[in-house]
Nanobody, 122 residues
Framework: QVQLVESGGGLVQAGGSLRLSCAAS????????MGWYRQAPGKQRELVAS???????KYADFVKGRFTISRDNAKNTAYLQMNSLKPEDTAVYYC????????????????WGQGTLVTVSS
């Protein structure tokens, strides 16, 4: 019914920047929140940043001051601007969204994208 597609990952040198995009599509009634998680090999998936429809944001301590999450509500798209990247930021980054679907607007769906790989070299 809904899907999320991430883009913007790649290889970057430490100290560089990348901008990730997440586009939601399908039978969307509303998107309550969108966020980014990441998972490095052998590690648990962890929250990077999230943003509600009204603009409330949450950041993990390890990215505060370096990453910025934003949303274009009209386009159902979220972005993650990543600056001052470090090798430890290397991971697969996943987009997440809490979406109410047309026809079932009161039942939120926890949707996930397929992930985009970010590799930061030292």
């Amino acid at each position: 019914q809904v899907q999320l597609v991430e883009s913007g990952g790649g290889l970057v040198q430490a100290g560089g920047s990348l901008r990730l995009s997440c586009a939601a599509s399908g039978s969307i009634f509303s998107i309550n929140s969108m966020g980014w998680y990441r998972q490095a090999p052998g590690k648990q998936r962890e929250l990077v940043a999230s943003r509600t429809k009204i603009g409330t944001t949450k950041y993990a301590d390890f990215v505060k001051g370096r990453f910025t999450i934003s949303r274009d509500n009209a386009k159902n798209t979220a972005y993650l601007q990543m600056n001052s990247l470090k090798p430890e930021d290397t991971a697969v980054y996943y987009c997440n969204a809490a979406i109410s679907v047309i026809g079932s607007p009161f039942n939120a769906v926890d949707a996930w994208g397929q992930g985009t790989l970010v590799t930061v070299s030292s």
